[in-house]
């Protein structure tokens, strides 16, 4: 039988996060609810979200207000029978919130936020080789280069992790995988979407098919890894 080890917010993995937050004069709390996501099970699949939400500069449960995508994804996970401590959440560009990234591009500092983002990209790939999940699902469309919506800043630096673990519509309305090469391993990639898009539908019964679609993919993955936790 498995044995469940749960990685610490003090593992040496998260080093260079510290490195990161403090090379951009980035508010602790940036840091320190950056590695409370993404400690986790080992072997647990990889949650892959966009970037931090604007509140990401507060205290931890600040983050969760009505249906930001961290409370959206936590209330599935308790569904299913896990907590969000339990599964690593990452952001494809970690610590690097829009609202950072449009200050300083408007004080005149584009290129530090390009350098950021890419140096963000570096970090995420950093941790994805060293845990080498099997499977990660990507709650992200905003790098990928086709998207009508494209993000102006995190779309617009060409990283590899950027371009292979990107999501779209498309692929998580038809629940689509893929097998994707981050560094020296291969990962499952399941496409889902960002749980945003839920709450900017307009119309009722879009909405409810979107939350339906995102509970599906999530309840695919992680029931059987809740069942195995579970089990004494």
Partial sequence: MRQWFRLGTDELLFAKARE???RYSLNTNCYKNHIRLAAGYCHMPVIILQNPCNNHTKDFYDM??????????RDILEDIGLNIDDVPILDLCPMISDQWAQT????GHSKEV???????????????????PATVI????????????????LGNVNHPVAQRLCSSMDEAMGRKSRVEQIVHHQVRMVAGFHPSRIW???????????????RDILSSVYVPYAQQIGTP
């Fill in 20 to 22: 990161f937050q403090r």
């Fill in 64 to 73: 969760f207000t009505q249906n930001s995508a961290l409370k959206i994804i």
């Fill in 104 to 107: 300083r591009a408007q004080s």
């Fill in 114 to 132: 390009l350098q950021a983002i890419y140096d963000a990209y570096d970090l995420t790939t950093q941790y994805l080789e060293v845990l080498q």
């Fill in 138 to 153: 990507v709650l992200q469309c905003a790098t990928n280069q086709s998207a009508v919506g494209k993000h102006p800043f």
């Fill in 200 to 214: 900017h539908e307009s119309d009722p019964a879009l909405r409810k098919i979107l939350a339906t679609t995102l």
